[in-house]
């Protein structure tokens, strides 16, 4: 009956579409219906580098792979042990697991634990922060119950303090740690991390600081009185009075403070450095400094001082170091270059410029090989009939982040599972990470090999696995979908995969669509508690970061309030991203948790363990009075972790659904948080009499667009001139009412160059009229405008027609520091750059990031011709980037999957919505969860075919028939195709689910 039925829609569907499809193609449909073996795909995330978002965490001391340990939540012996002392001891201490009666000890004797964690010196507690702020926890809760400082010792805080995520020390201090507060802050806020410190004004700083006039600038004497550079600048001075730091000195501050200096603070100093400033003395916040200081240093002094800078400089600083390197220096000052570099510099490193200095593959280190060049190898190395069975282990090290279905589709039937365990293996090691697509093409290509078995088989074949095989497919099996599961979850080795999985990176966890990772998390906690009842915080260990908050409904419901704070890590950073199937519980949850703490201190610190996750319970239990001065840390923790309008926050909810409820969440807290410092008017007919001031802007930043622009419009000269930096920040975005408020306050011809990258996105609230007569001088200014993603078409050409009558005609020197203005040139403009120095130079057009760009056609038929094709592959599409977004409906129906899954997330977020409407279904099919992410954060989303926008939000949502690439490949398939694709992807999942 269902298949007749089935047959009737592919009927009706085919005569709808009046036979524009052809039966090769429903046959593929057929086929694709009926396979059992389809899988889900990920795709990998920015590494998140603030330690208020998620934490990387490297484990020092692992467990042997090739001795089973039993979790310890199936060991009677260790059954009582609290989650905390397992943690640390599994990690740390893994052969004390063999010993329970010693780990026992360590309930009522924490010195014991103390001590032996001590004896581990090659803990680098900094790259373990996670486990770090249990230790330091657990110090805390001793010092509270028996204040005996021998046992914590200020040596012992000072190794973890780093890794607090928060300024809050209120339970040492209430303890009496210290009977001095300003000797307790001189100790340990030293310690604190610089991004953290620019929330301590308000907790540890107010014991150092005296009260100041703001009305007089804060110079070099006066903060030398305060200190000696030893107390991270932003802990002890507001950013509104950083800003009044005379240019005069900020380089001496600068060299004063050194490491000890806040990314905002860097931001507002870096800026007023002459550009003939040594590298060398402001390396440390090379991030941050004006262009020309990285384009007038030798290549040597940036090879010499990339350790400081690489981790926090942008993408195109990184192009002008990279650029400058390749363009100056010598052929082994490049090697020495790349040694150095990661991924970040050398992806804005042209495929002519290796080329130039005859570098091959195997002389660069992995983390410097930029995907183009993987790409072109992956394709050489595939020539001749060859396979990717017929590659030895170093190339496969090499291409395996390229490999992808088609290549995978030539291996024979039979080679199929060896080649994908070896492919596996050899990215043990890789700095690179596995997009979904290939993550979905591995575990289709791994059960094809056993496509002729039934699930009894299957079980078997698994069961026979080595260990170091399951571990090698364990983290692709977070892609498997329902069908896998059925025999899965009946084998003894599913725990070995439970087991590999609970360590893996938590930077990893957003690489998963959301049902993939809830459906894993689903069967792996089923397989790890005999019942939902019996659940506790040790469980939660046992799946480890990123699986441990997905747990179902049922599984939460049963979690004691204690079980979830001692494991609040899991759930307060940006990998947990509940939708409405836990909504209520996890509010019920996170409710009772507060109204457990009885005094003020428990309730701010348990907001403080909480993170951003607070905003899923209820504002109004908490006092404003509370919160405020930790106001601007939780607006921040919110805004990086929770605001879907976030693209790293969106990967990670992709597929989840709710996104509309998660922002009512975010934006009633917003105004919460918000309130605490400044009176949001209830009314529009009643006049407010509430001034805005800098204070309460640098306090309120992340949520800034709350603030109604009537309120910018009547803020005070004098604070406005103190708080311009902070408002035209890139870090935070402003209502486009709220720019034109203040572009009132300052006319255009009063902003000179040097005010250019401090107004920064003030300037796209001013008139393109306006911007024509702006005085751009510098070569920095000319980088500043071309970093802001957000202004009009004719904003940017008035900013290309105001360069230009002050720098001359565009030439090859200016093209590295256009950025999006780039998108304003003409077609005489491209011209006058020479095609090879265009090839060569390609990265700096290839990070373009403004969907308003009228002049990518242009740039696009310039890179054709300067790199001589005519026909896009997946090796050119890596390498122009951005520009891809110039192609034509003509050229993209002609992309193959390999293509397609090489197009940047920042290319398919700028790409006219008339050339996503003319991808087939098979080219949607092929993205990966990142690509989809961006496709449907597009600020040309709203021009998406309707068809277009259900078969992305289908890719999205779905583990099995409508999440795959497995079709061959249908090239020139038309609109109308793509139409008829998805009305019967719409069908069926509604028609079985009625059989």
């Known amino acids: 009956m269902k298949n007749q039925i089935f047959f009737l829609i592919l009927f009706v569907t085919s005569c709808y579409c009046q036979n524009q499809t052809t039966e090769a193609d429903v046959n593929q449909v057929t086929k694709q219906s009926e396979s059992n073996n389809t899988q889900v795909n990920e795709e990998t995330t920015s590494e998140d580098k603030n330690i208020t978002t998620t934490v990387k965490t490297t484990i020092i001391t692992k467990i042997s792979t090739t001795t089973k340990i039993t979790p310890y939540s199936e060991n009677p012996a260790l059954k009582n042990i609290s989650a905390d002392i397992f943690r640390l001891v599994s990690d740390f201490l893994p052969h004390l697991l063999s010993k329970p009666d010693q780990v026992k000890s360590f309930e009522t004797d924490k010195n014991t634990l103390f001590n032996e964690l001590e004896k581990l010196k090659e803990i680098n507690w900094e790259k373990n922060c996670s486990l770090a702020r249990i230790y330091l926890k657990m110090l805390e809760d001793e010092f509270v119950k028996k204040q005996d400082k021998e046992v914590v010792s200020e040596e012992r805080l000072k190794k973890l303090i780093p890794c607090k995520r928060d300024c809050n020390f209120d339970r040492l ?95 507002k100093l870096g800026k007023k450095i002459p550009t003939n400033t ?12 004006p262009a020309e200081v990285l384009s007038n240093a030798s290549p040597e002094d940036l090879i010499n001082n990339m350790n400081s800078f690489s981790e926090k400089i942008d993408d195109k600083k990184a192009l002008l170091v990279a650029s400058k390197i ?15 570099a990661d991924s970040k510099f050398s992806e804005k490193i042209s495929l002519s410029t290796f080329n130039k200095f005859n570098l091959t593959i195997s002389e660069l280190p992995d983390a410097a090989i930029p995907s183009s060049f993987r790409e072109n190898f992956l394709t050489e190395s595939l020539t001749e009939g060859k396979t990717v069975a017929d590659l030895d282990e170093s190339v496969l090290k090499t291409v395996v982040t390229k490999i992808s279905r088609s290549e995978l589709d030539q291996v024979p039937k039979t080679k199929k599972k060896d080649v994908v365990l070896s492919l596996l293996k050899a990215s043990t090691n890789s700095s690179k990470t596995f997009s979904s697509s290939q993550r979905s093409a591995f575990m289709d290509s791994f059960l094809q090999s056993w496509a002729d078995k039934n699930d009894s088989q299957k079980l ?6 080595s260990t170091e095989d399951i571990e090698a497919i364990a983290e692709v099996i977070v892609s498997a979908n329902e069908s896998v599961y059925s025999w899965l979850r009946s084998s003894n080795k599913f725990s070995i995969v439970i087991e590999k999985n609970s ?60 079980d979830i704070e001692s494991q609040i890590e899991y759930f307060n950073t940006q990998a947990f991203q509940p939708n409405s199937s836990i909504f209520d519980t996890l509010k019920t949850k996170l409710n009772g948790l507060y109204d457990t703490k009885a005094t003020d201190i428990d309730k701010t610190s348990i907001l403080s363990k909480m993170g951003s996750i607070m905003v899923f319970m209820d504002e109004a239990k908490v006092s404003q009075s509370l919160i405020k001065s930790s106001v601007s840390l939780m607006l921040t923790s919110i805004k990086n972790e929770r605001n879907v309008q976030n693209d790293d926050v969106a990967k990670c909810r992709i597929g989840s659904g709710d996104d509309d409820k998660v922002t009512d969440y975010v934006n009633n807290w917003n105004k919460h948080l918000v309130g605490a410092w400044f009176t949001l008017s209830s009314s529009r007919r009643k006049r407010s009499t509430t001034k805005l001031t800098c204070d309460t802007v640098n306090q309120i930043a992340s949520a800034i667009d709350l603030v109604s622009e009537s309120y910018f419009t009547s803020m005070e000269q004098a604070e406005f001139e103190k708080c311009i930096e902070t408002l035209g920040s890139n870090e935070y975005s402003l209502t486009a009412a709220q720019y034109a408020a203040l572009a009132k306050k300052k006319d255009i011809s009063q902003i ?43 904003q940017i050409n008035s900013l290309v027609t105001a360069l230009k009558s002050k720098l001359g005609s565009i030439d090859n020197d200016k093209l590295n520091y256009l950025g999006n203005l780039a998108c304003g040139l003409t077609s005489s403009d491209i011209d006058q750059i020479t095609d090879l120095y265009f090839k060569e130079n390609i990265k700096a057009v290839s990070l373009i990031d403004t969907a308003n760009c009228p002049g990518m056609t242009l740039l696009y038929a310039k890179a054709k011709k300067a790199m001589d094709f005519s026909t896009l592959t997946s090796v050119q599409v890596a390498e122009i980037g951005s520009v891809a977004a110039g192609i034509s409906t003509d050229e993209v129906k002609n992309l193959d999957s390999r293509a397609i899954q090489a197009m940047s997330t920042n290319t398919l977020k700028i790409i006219p919505a008339s050339i996503v409407n003319s991808f087939s279904a098979v080219q949607i099919q092929s993205l990966s969860s990142d690509q989809l992410s961006s496709l449907i954060n597009s600020p040309n989303a709203d021009q998406f075919s309707a068809a277009t926008k259900t078969l992305l939000t289908s890719a999205s949502q779905n583990i099995d028939v409508t999440r795959t690439d497995v079709l061959s490949e249908v090239t020139g398939t038309s609109a109308s195709t793509s139409i008829h694709f998805n009305i019967m992807l719409m069908i069926l999942p509604i028609f079985f689910r009625f059989y």
């Open 173 to 267: 201090i209430q303890a009496n740690y210290s009977e001095d507060n300003k000797n307790f802050s001189k100790t340990f806020l030293p310690h604190v991390s610089p991004d953290v410190a620019q929330f301590c004004q308000n907790t540890l700083g107010k014991y150092l600081t005296v009260n100041r006039n703001d009305s007089k600038p804060l110079d070099l004497n006066e903060i030398s009185a305060l200190t000696d550079g030893s107390v991270p600048l932003g802990s002890l001075f507001t950013q509104s009075q950083i800003a009044t730091i005379p240019a005069s000195d900020a380089l001496d501050v600068i060299k004063k403070f050194k490491e000890k200096i806040d990314d905002e603070s860097a931001r």
């Open 278 to 289: 040594s590298l060398a003395d402001v390396a440390h916040i090379a991030a941050f400094v």
């Open 326 to 340: 390749a363009s100056d220096g010598t052929k082994e000052q490049f090697k020495s270059f790349l040694n150095k």
């Open 460 to 465: 078997a074949d698994f069961e026979a696995m």
């Open 503 to 562: 360590k893996m990176d938590a930077t990893k966890c957003c690489t998963f669509l959301y049902r993939s990772r809830v459906l894993y998390a689903t069967e792996a906690i089923k397989k790890l508690v005999s019942s939902a009842s019996t659940i506790n915080s040790n469980h939660l260990t046992s799946l480890g970061p990123c699986f441990a908050s997905l747990i179902p409904k049922e599984y939460l419901s049963n979690l004691a309030s204690s």
């Open 752 to 794: 000179t160059d040097s005010d250019i990258q401090i107004y920064n996105k003030i300037l796209t609230g001013y008139s393109n009229t306006d911007l024509a007569k702006l005085s751009i001088e510098s070569l920095t200014s000319v980088q500043a405008l071309g970093q802001i993603d957000s202004f009009s078409t004719d």
